[in-house]
């Protein structure tokens, strides 16, 4: 149904040129880039360089921890307060700024994410080798914040319309336990829910991929608990230990498609309080994936059967006279699987873009901002939103703000972008 | 070997009375209990009531903790220096305070332990509630202590002559991790190594039992290690927690015999870094005890077994092309099991006394100090040193020092120490 307005729209270019079954997106992106417009946008992108890399700097050492992303927050809505735009900060923390269209209709987001997997304390210092830049965050999403601004910075300097409004979204909780909060807000509960045609997320790195499949994840903290006793005087009851075990040899016994890719973990695990204690409790934190909503709903359903039932043959193996085993699941994390359809126009309208610059694009799946969209059949695409870069996550990260590379990628983006949005 | 000279001392005993196939200890500790002497020495019990009572809180007050038991060793060794004995420290931070017999031969070793279970910074003050008082470690085992001090204050006031030597001993680490290494050197390392004939560890609480068995025990500290990686992106490789979770799985497969009792525990658990990631490290601790020494051996054996089983039936399952699983087996303890023979001396003696008060008293098997000498076949028992009370181990541990069950407890105490070091 949400898609509904944008395939109107196709119709309608379809009803202005009558000889074509569907606008060529080659066609499109190539009116795009010749456009004056475009071309004094892209020209801002080269004489703004120096003023993105200290865009990324600046934005990088306000630390952004997990949840506490308030302060990164009101920094980026004054950045795009000086660029004229009349940001918002919503009830989840996301920053929201519109940049009106020419018609009524459905919105184009274009987002990056505010929040890292740093703690707080953690030294956001950036470091520089030439045009390498360290520090934790740097990319992962410090710089997709900055090339969003560099966008407007561009669209602005060219005088850029477009057709439809474009929704600039700094937002919370991408990472780890944030679970896609941000982004979940927004689809599914923010002012602009419901009238969100099109997402484009600006995350990662790299010349030559983009994502256009979420890998869905179910988590779970399973706790384990029984009475508990001395390892001696108490032997023979029931230990929850037994029970954590029993669901691990079963997890790891399930079968599960390569094709679409579905995984499972055992990754985390804790409890027992002293050697000669049979322990009171145990827990278990447990990562499910897939490329496929529904082969991850399938084996969530296996795991959650394989839990009671080790829980019940420890109850009846063993005594369970001072009490008995039971097994509490907390959810701790929840992205919905999707994809989007590779002949949607937001996907064809970035090949075309790629091609533009001479690249032949590669499509993949991860698990990203664009995971809401696409589980709530919306058309998403996450694109890198720098050149070159490595060790996400890791105190090590950096990104490479070499110009040439650098600029290609934000053409390219620009283009998908306007693609997506129409010009007048 | 090292009974044969308290043999060759029953031999003498029985040419002294012919009439006799071995000494009736019945008969020994009735010719004892009625001495001027002993008489003289449990009169002291009774009129040093308060002192022991304050010898009590006093130590329990200076803080033991495991690994740590220098400042309550240093104030024992003077309390031992004011009963008019020439203490020293050993090596392994032991109190050694000989008082010397009327003949050479070996040693009667009579000890309690310095540690308590409670780590540093525990609150420590004993409160008081009529004749109960209520500390961590007031019981276990710091009124043992204060009880062999009224020992030596009953022996010293009734001018109590020995035949052995009888060596009173503080010892470090009988706690959990200390791993009886106070007395596992003072029978295998220290200077008094090969000259000990009878062993009496004052532990525990009753006047109606004591141990004279010792549960072995046996623990490891199990590191299951692999290559770890991302939960998705390196799904199929092996899995650390695979590994661990089949090693429980078959160990809670075992049959142990209930007599001698035999027992194991999966106790605690730890290990990953983050719900994403497929654990490089995880580990588990292993508490094994039995009654028997050969049935903890055999236990042992079949769960040093099923750890590389488990780590193989892993490595075969799933990918080993970044790195295999593998088990690291560290000991974290180990407890000799042993026994002490019905019929020896020892323990016929203490059953006489006991009975001399009316009491019929009962066998049993625990952990404790005599584990070291009962495992190298040197008679040992372990004996209350209050009459009542309850929740070692915890924060609510107390002890009731009402005279009168205690005053006999002291008696029964000093009459079988009397018949084993024997009397002139």
């Known amino acids: 149904m949400k898609r509904l307005p944008r395939l109107a729209a196709a119709f309608a270019l379809v009803a202005a040129a009558p000889a074509l079954a569907a606008p060529n997106p080659d066609t499109t992106v190539g009116q795009i880039v010749a456009s004056p417009s475009y071309r004094a946008a892209v020209a801002a992108f080269d004489s703004d360089h120096d003023q993105w890399v200290e865009d990324i700097v600046a934005i990088t050492q306000i630390a952004a921890p997990p949840f506490k992303e308030e302060a990164r927050a009101k920094a980026f809505a004054e950045m795009l307060r000086k660029r004229g735009l009349d940001p918002k900060i919503d009830e989840e923390g996301n920053v929201l700024a519109l940049r009106k269209g020419t018609q009524p209709g459905p919105v184009v987001v274009v987002a990056a994410h505010l929040d890292t ?7 956001v210092t950036v470091r520089r080798e030439g045009t390498k830049l360290m520090a934790p965050g740097v990319g992962d999403d410090s710089a997709g914040l900055a090339t969003l601004l560099a966008l407007i910075d561009a669209m602005n300097a060219g005088k850029v319309q477009t ?6 979204v700094g937002d919370v909780g991408e990472e780890g336990l944030g679970d896609l909060r941000g982004v979940r807000h927004l689809f599914t509960k923010g002012e602009y829910k419901g009238r969100i045609g099109t997402f484009f997320s600006l995350d990662g790195g790299g010349l030559d991929s983009m994502t256009t ?19 001696y005087g108490a032997f023979g009851i029931v230990n929850p230990m037994a029970a954590l075990a029993q669901t691990v040899t079963g997890l790891y016994k ?19 309080t002293s050697v000669n204690a049979i322990p009171a409790e145990v827990w278990l934190q447990v990562d499910m994936r897939s490329a496929s909503a529904a082969e991850l709903a399938k084996l969530e359903k296996q795991f959650l059967a394989i ?7 420890e109850n009846a193996v063993r005594s369970t006279k001072p009490g008995k085993i039971s097994a509490e699941l907390k959810p701790i994390g929840d992205r919905p699987a999707g994809h989007t359809d590779p002949n949607a126009d937001i996907v064809r309208f970035a090949e075309a873009a790629f091609h533009s610059e001479g690249i032949n694009v590669k499509k993949g799946t991860s698990s990203t901002d664009s995971n809401i969209p696409m589980s709530l059949g919306i058309p998403a695409i996450t694109m890198g939103h720098i050149a070159e870069g490595g060790r ?14 650098n600029l290609k990628l934000k053409r390219i983006l620009l283009a998908t972008i306007l693609a997506a949005a129409g010009m007048p």
């Open 117 to 123: 997997v740093f703690p707080e304390g953690t030294d």
């Open 163 to 168: 057709r439809s409004d474009i929704l600039f």
């Open 213 to 231: 499949g979420g890998t869905g994840s179910k988590r779970y903290r399973v706790t384990f608990k029984g009475p508990g006793g001395h390892s």
């Open 254 to 272: 399930l079968k599960v498609p390569a094709n679409p890719k579905t995984t499972y973990s055992a990754s985390v695990v804790g409890g027992g």
């Open 307 to 313: 839990v009671p039932k080790a829980v019940a043959a």
């Open 392 to 405: 996400a996550h890791s105190p090590d990260e950096w990104i490479d703000t070499a110009k040439a590379p």
